[in-house]
């Protein structure tokens, strides 16, 4: 482990000293779950590895080492950065966006892609993929906004053009889970993306529902869903299809936007890429719904997924 | 604090979990008014959800309760009396 872990690793251990609870110990993990790269968990399990066994630290990140989709160290890293609270970039020191499919990541209700981010992260090869996380702490389905990039859904999006080159880049794909699925979708659209991906997100019925309890406008938002942009991205909607809820979600949003929908078979659980993940086909899943490869979005070859 | 706040703090907490079905106005209006008993396998509480109302729980009421707990207990009304006794 590097003298530039130490620090992090120190952090770590004064905040963990002042928890008093397992309730606030788990507050700390939750929140770095949501935002630590794959290097950083493995840094900590390294640096936690001679803890007591019983130890809340240890047994926490052991137990997330455990499910890293691939747990391999790559020759260069993810690392993270951005000064906004709600936009984190993932991004790493080798080659140039051109060659590169950025991922817009629209976090759901618990702030994260469904998974912690690293279990997201370590299965894109950073040489050909960088990713942002984008988290709605108002929990108003992106609706009001993110301090700093915008202070409602339309300012976000001029926001993140500003401060993300999204032309660029070889591809951009809008990727939304739960409660930022619809975003996604909205979002392929507004910024003309290659693609708008949504796991589980809620339907637009919940969206005006929400537009409308906050004394806005729908309009805006409907005149959004019935453009038709040339070129028009690629979107999917996938929900797990023995949930209820999520697949009226889908076919809510499907029957008003040209969409492919996405059934999970023998998937009853929201959370689809937990699904996946405990199955070990993560890589798999995200292949296929992005299209391409996680691990060399060039190559031809696709991974085969086992449902 | 008496049990119809109790139940207020509890049900807030759930939504500060993202339980679905804590947004949904019937439910609330039978476990507020009706103080129905909600078992949680009717409820989608992952493992994230379950550290999440805890967490919430401790910081409203300052009562700890634990992931492990919220499983063994099994219902709203479990719960509930669980922290109301901590809180006596």
């Known amino acids: ?307 | 604090m008496d049990r119809a706040q109790l139940r207020i703090a509890l049900f807030d907490a759930l939504q500060a979990a993202n339980v679905p079905e804590a947004f949904d106005e019937d439910l609330r209006r039978s476990f507020l008014d009706e103080g129905k008993d909600v078992d949680l396998s009717q409820l989608e509480m992952d493992s994230l959800a379950r550290m999440e109302f805890c967490i919430a729980v401790e910081l409203s009421l300052g009562v700890t309760l634990l992931p492990r707990q919220v499983q063994e207990l099994g219902s709203t009304g479990a719960i509930e009396r669980f922290v109301a006794e901590k809180l006596a």
């Open chain 1, 1 to 307: 482990m590097t003298a530039d872990f130490d620090r992090p690793v120190d952090l770590y251990r004064r905040r963990i000293a002042r928890c008093r609870t397992e309730n606030q110990v788990n507050q700390v993990h939750i929140a770095l779950e949501n935002y630590l790269v794959p290097a950083e968990l493995r840094g900590l399990g390294l640096a936690l590895r001679n803890d007591p066994p019983e130890s809340l630290g240890r047994q926490w990140v052991e137990s997330r080492l455990v499910s890293l989709p691939l747990n391999k160290p790559r020759p260069v890293e993810f690392e993270r950065s951005g000064n906004l609270r709600g936009l984190t970039r993932y991004s790493a020191d080798i080659g140039s966006p051109e060659q590169k499919t950025l991922i817009v990541g629209f976090a759901g209700f618990a702030h994260r892609l469904m998974l912690p981010t690293a279990f997201v992260l370590d299965c894109l090869n950073p040489a050909w993929y960088d990713l942002i996380v984008l988290r709605d702490f108002a929990k108003r389905l992106y609706v009001q906004g993110i301090p700093g990039l915008g202070d409602s859904f339309f300012d976000v999006l001029s926001g993140l053009s500003t401060c993300v080159d999204l032309p660029s880049y070889r591809n951009v794909v809008a990727f939304g889970t739960s409660g930022g699925g619809h975003a996604a979708v909205l979002a392929a659209i507004a910024l003309r993306l290659d693609k708008g991906i949504s796991i589980g997100g809620a339907g637009f019925e919940q969206l005006e529902a929400t537009v409308r309890s906050l004394g806005l406008d729908v309009g805006p938002f409907r005149a959004l869903v019935s453009a038709r942009p040339d070129p028009y991205p690629d979107l999917l909607l996938v929900y797990a299809g023995d949930h209820a809820r999520d697949e009226a979600g889908a076919r809510s949003i499907g029957k008003l936007v040209p969409a492919r929908l996405m059934k999970v078979r023998d998937c009853g659980k929201h959370g689809v890429l937990g699904h996946y993940s405990a199955r070990r086909q993560l890589p798999e899943f995200l292949s296929l719904i992005l299209g391409q490869d996680v691990e060399n979005p060039t190559s031809p070859a696709r991974r085969p997924l086992s449902r």
